[in-house]
């Protein structure tokens, strides 16, 4: 059964059953140019929705968009649309990893301090023997040497580039230089590094699969306390959208 694409308040989501993910990696590999997997949260939905910014026009571009937001599918649920499959995101990374690894495929690096990405590629190394690391650069690196980056990316022509922090665009950095390389997928994730490094701890499975992962990110930052505004927000959004579908 193919991939469906679903637009919950006119933002792209794509359901992509577990089952369906390797192949959904394979077509893109086999796809030339930049390509992109999203991982997506409630707070990139709602910024999505302003159409006119650069990052709305990043994720309506995507060739993959996973939702790792519970909302996000009771979202889809409560407009009565097909509801997605969720995605832990660093277990979707290793999924990926995985098939790239079957495969003798390659990997780049882009993002996170030195000891960090360091370690983690260590790590990577070990646990995927078979996937070839062929480059990493540390992020929060001067604007001036970014042509280096991207030149060296290029030349690599890695299967996958794992974008972690320290990279100032984020999602859109691989969009704002999609012409620049010829043919690799770009995936960002910001604490990928931290937890391959064993630097920053993993979200248990039990807690995720409760949504309950952002009191995690509370505890590291008492200041995300306030998202319950924007979640509100989504709320009403939901609830509009609802009624006047009903009134059309």
Same mark, same amino acid.
């Given at each position: ?31 030339p ?23 709305a ?7 993959? /968009?996973?939702?790792? =937001?519970? +909302?996000?599918?009771f ?6 649309? #097909?509801?997605?499959v969720? %995605? !832990? ?12 690894e079957?495969?003798?495929r ?11 990405v360091?370690?983690a ?31 060296? /990316?290029?030349?690599a =022509?890695? +299967?996958?580039?794992i ?6 665009? #984020?999602?859109?950095?691989a %969009? !704002? ?5 010829s ?8 604490d990928?590094?931290?937890i391959?490094?064993?630097r ?25 306390i ?23």
């Open positions: 059964m193919a991939m469906q694409r679903v637009e919950i308040l006119g933002v792209p989501v794509d359901i992509c059953r577990p089952e369906q993910l390797e192949n959904e990696v394979m077509e893109l590999l086999a796809k140019g930049t390509k992109q997997i999203v991982f997506l949260t409630l707070w990139k939905l709602l910024k999505a929705r302003n159409k006119k910014s650069n990052f026009l990043c994720i309506k571009d995507a060739d993959l /968009i996973l939702p790792v =937001s519970k +909302s996000i599918l979202g889809a649920k409560f407009l009565n649309l #097909k509801v997605p969720r %995605y !832990n995101p660093f277990t979707a990374v290793i999924q990926i990893l995985t098939v790239l079957n495969r003798y390659s990997l780049y690096l882009l993002g996170g301090r030195k000891k960090t360091m370690q590629e260590r790590n990577v190394r070990s646990t995927f023997p078979g996937l070839q690391i062929v480059g990493r650069y540390v992020g929060y690196y001067p604007k001036v040497i970014e042509q280096n980056v991207v030149q060296a /990316i290029y030349k =022509s890695p +299967s996958l580039v974008v972690s922090e320290g990279v100032r665009e #984020k999602d859109c950095w %969009y !704002n230089r999609r012409n620049s390389f043919s690799s997928i770009f995936m960002y994730y910001k990928v590094f931290g391959f490094s064993e920053r701890r993993k979200v248990s499975e039990k807690s995720f699969e409760k949504g309950l992962e952002i009191w995690d990110e509370i505890l590291h930052n008492p200041f995300k306030f998202l319950i505004f924007p979640y509100i927000f989504y709320l009403l959004l939901l609830v509009c959208t609802k009624i006047f579908k009903k009134q059309q």
